[in-house]
Each structure stands twice: as C-alpha cells, then as structure tokens.
C-alpha cells in the first residue's frame, strides 16, 4: 500500500482497476477546509490524462510493471505477433492495446511493450521512423507559397502532410507521437 503523500511522479498505481502512471502529484492546503492532493494521472491503457483529486488519507496500490523490446514480425487476424528480443519468444499482442500505432508497424520496428504480470496493457513506438513514400496526393501546380504541403501515403499505409518537394519513393522521417514530417532522408 502507498499512502498519498508518498505518491511521486513516474509512479505508476492501480485505481479502480485501471493502470496509471503520476504525471504530476501537487498537496493544496486551502483556507477553509481540509487540505487535499490535486493529481494529473495517465490511464496506461487508453493514454487519456485525467486530473483528479484525493483527500488526505487516501491509499493506493502501486503496481510493478515490466518493459521488454519487441520486434514486429506480422498480424495475424486482428492480432499482432512480435518477437521479444530479451527472451526470444514470439508475443501475440492485441490489436486494441497497439491502438493508432499500427498505422506505423513494418517489418523488424522495434517497440517498447509494458506488461503487467504477462500481460501486456501498452506499447511505445520510437519517437522517429525513417518510412518510403508509396504514394502523393497531386498537387496544383500553381502554388508558389512555401509552405504548401500535400498528402502522402507511406508504406505502412499511414497519411501524413509532407512539402510538396517530396515524391513517391522518398524515405521521410517521421514523428511517430505527432504522425507530422520531420525530413527527406
């Protein structure tokens, strides 16, 4: 059991049987009333920050959490199967735990996978991928301005926003958290 006013940022609790990590944890003492713990807490599961306060006393249950490399070797139904690098073992991950992040997943990307006991609950991409360009939206041929952008389709099959000096076949880093441009490799 951890009490409130052992609650640290980076800890990550059990609360009403969901996972979250502390984003920030902040003791207000007011005037009239009794102090109580404003926090800003991350749902593991779903990514969703949520603000919420407790009242002295409160407890939680902090939960022991493990991070493993995964590579992506293919789907398989609406599943994902990786590979763990550390113990080369095939790990089957479920298509709603990897979320936004399959419009990213190729072939040999390795990922940052959370589990909980054996389960896995979350999975972190690298912040930069290096993608080819399969495919870009056309664009009018009359625009001068410098910062126009067009649509291009990469080869996981994700769309991003791209200058239009970038073609099909071109190798663009990208930021996975954001899904914006960062350059033509």
């Keep these: 059991m951890t009490t409130l006013n052992q609650l640290s940022p980076g800890m990550i609790i059990s609360l009403e049987k969901e996972i979250y990590k502390v984003e920030s944890s902040v003791k207000v003492t007011v005037a009239k009333g009794n102090p109580f713990y404003k926090t800003k807490l ?11 306060s407790f009242k002295l006393g409160t407890n939680f249950d902090e939960v022991s959490v493990s991070a493993r490399r ?3 070797l293919y789907p398989e139904g609406k599943d994902f199967l990786f590979l763990d690098v550390d113990q080369l073992e095939n790990v089957c991950v479920p298509g709603h735990v990897i979320g936004e992040s399959i419009h990213y997943l190729k072939e040999g990307i390795q990922l940052k996978a959370l ?14 991928l290096e993608l080819t360009v399969i495919k870009t939206e056309a664009s009018d041929s009359k625009v001068t301005v410098s910062s126009a952008t067009k649509i291009a389709i990469l080869e996981t099959g994700a ?18 958290h954001s899904s914006e441009y960062v350059q033509r490799v």
């Design 42 to 52: 991350k749902n593991l599961t779903t990514g969703e920050v949520l603000e919420k």
């Design 70 to 72: 995964l590579e992506y």
């Design 115 to 128: 589990f909980y006991a054996e389960a896995i609950f979350s999975v972190e991409l690298p912040q930069f």
């Design 159 to 176: 769309r991003i926003t791209v200058p239009l000096f970038v073609e099909a076949g071109d190798i663009v880093k990208v930021d996975t």
